[in-house]
């Protein structure tokens, strides 16, 4: 049985993973600390003799017993309202954190994949954004500690590569969303349905004309697992290339949910990038891989499953942005 640690494993993409491993007959560790993570994405799983969960933070040394085959990365503060919370550790874990991954991997001669992100563009200039694209970073700007994390762990993962001859996937995701995103975390899709469902207006940040790409988190699950399989060490986009506005994404939620509420425009947070659309081709070359949800079909079970949460969750006070 083919052993695969996934750091993050609580968090949203990470116990998705979880469930794909499991899926394929893997025997699945899932680590994290639960910073922005919840054992609730992954109790389903307890019960299985090929789950465990170790409760570690990636950033201090890791230690697994026995065999590994492969290491995904995917610890670390994704949306905007949580690493301005945590700065630091979301620095930390994108390098000491991705160190000590690589380290565990040449000892047990595993293969890393690592989730690097979008973010790396920054606000880019060039659009849509292939892969060879350099992006477009303020380094000390609020999203810089984000952004500047996951691009040292690129260049930590490239040099192993090339140093040590370890085997390297480097995935740059797009925004995704679905199930088991947290409802509080900020990201404009929990924040829509969760405003809606509360009976509250939808908070567009600045005129709404900035631009997402929304891919739903199955397809991306499917991409990541071609990606690992593969024999490609160079970073590969896999996100949906479907463009739209916020403003257009904002009135698409009022209508899926039928809300009262209108669309209401708050400050535009500071960097926020203007446009963001995934150039695929690499992915469709390398992997044979294209997203098959559409957006309908994806916010239509995401909204679902925010819906038959519990009202506690629901009404927990969403956090708010400070930048
Ligand atoms: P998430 O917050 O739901 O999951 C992250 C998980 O990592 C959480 O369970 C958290 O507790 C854990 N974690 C954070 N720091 C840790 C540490 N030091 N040690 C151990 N565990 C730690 O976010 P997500 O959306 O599932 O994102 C997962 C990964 O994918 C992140 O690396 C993120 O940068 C990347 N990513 C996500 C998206 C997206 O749209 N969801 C886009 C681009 C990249
Ligand atoms: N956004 C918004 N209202 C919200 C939350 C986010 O208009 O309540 C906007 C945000 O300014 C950005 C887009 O939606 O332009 C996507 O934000 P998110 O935090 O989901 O992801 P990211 O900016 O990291 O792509």
Redesign the pocket.
Known sequence: MKRVLI????????SHLCDRFIKEGFHVIA????????LKNIEHLFKLPNFEFYH????KFIHVPGELDYIL???????PI?YLKIPI?TL??GSL?IHNCLGLARVKNARVLI?????VYGDPNVHPQPEEYWGNVNPVGPRGV?DEA?RFQEAMTMAYHTYHGLETRIVR?????GPR??LN?G?VLPAFIGQALRGEDLTMFGDGSQTRSFCYVADLVEGIYRLLLSDYANPVNIGNPDEITIKEFGEEIIKLTGTDQKLISLPLPKDDPKQRKPDITKAREILGWEPKVSRAEGLKITYEYFKSLPNDELFKMANHREF
């Open positions: 750091t993050g494993g609580a968090g949203f993409l990470g680590m994290d600390n639960l910073i922005t993570g919840d570690h933070d990636v950033s990365h995917f610890a670390s503060p994704a949306s949580d550790q930390k874990v954190g989730a690097s992100t979008s973010e984000y996951k995701i797009f925004n995704t969303y995103m947290r975390d990201r």
